[in-house]
Nanobody, 131 residues
């Protein structure tokens, strides 16, 4: 059974930082270390928005324009584990953050932050930024 376990999140003031982590386990992730993993976020009444994605086989992270330069997505080498560092947070970053994973990888080892590209999802972790 696939499990995506998220940790981190919480409440901070604007300008603060948080770190989110996600580990994927179960088949196929326990057998294959090279997959796409990503973070999305959602606020009530809005579509789930892609934040960042990375190829765990070794690749450069892709970011949404709204977080570029403030968020950093990294991976643990050889593992389906990723970490999202959230810096310079603003109240607009408030939402439920979801980890996602999928075996499908675009040519050249590219992963995108499109919701339809991911079949496996975590339960979500709340991030609240106060002004």
């Amino acid at each position: 059974e696939v499990q995506l376990v998220e940790s981190g999140g919480g409440s901070v003031q604007a300008g603060g930082s948080l770190r989110l982590s996600c580990v994927a386990s179960g088949y196929p992730y326990s057998n294959y270390a090279a997959n796409c993993m990503a973070w999305f976020r959602e606020v009530p009444g809005k579509e789930r928005e892609g934040v960042a994605a990375i190829y765990t086989g070794g690749g450069t992270a892709l970011y949404a324009d709204s977080v570029k330069g403030r968020f950093t997505l990294s991976q643990d080498n050889g593992k389906n584990a990723v970490h999202l560092q959230l810096d310079s947070l603003t109240p607009e970053d408030t939402g439920t953050y979801y980890c996602a994973a999928d075996r499908w990888v675009a040519s050249g080892g590219r992963c995108y932050i499109a919701r339809e590209d991911y079949n496996d999802w975590g339960q979500g972790t709340q991030v609240t930024v106060s002004s």
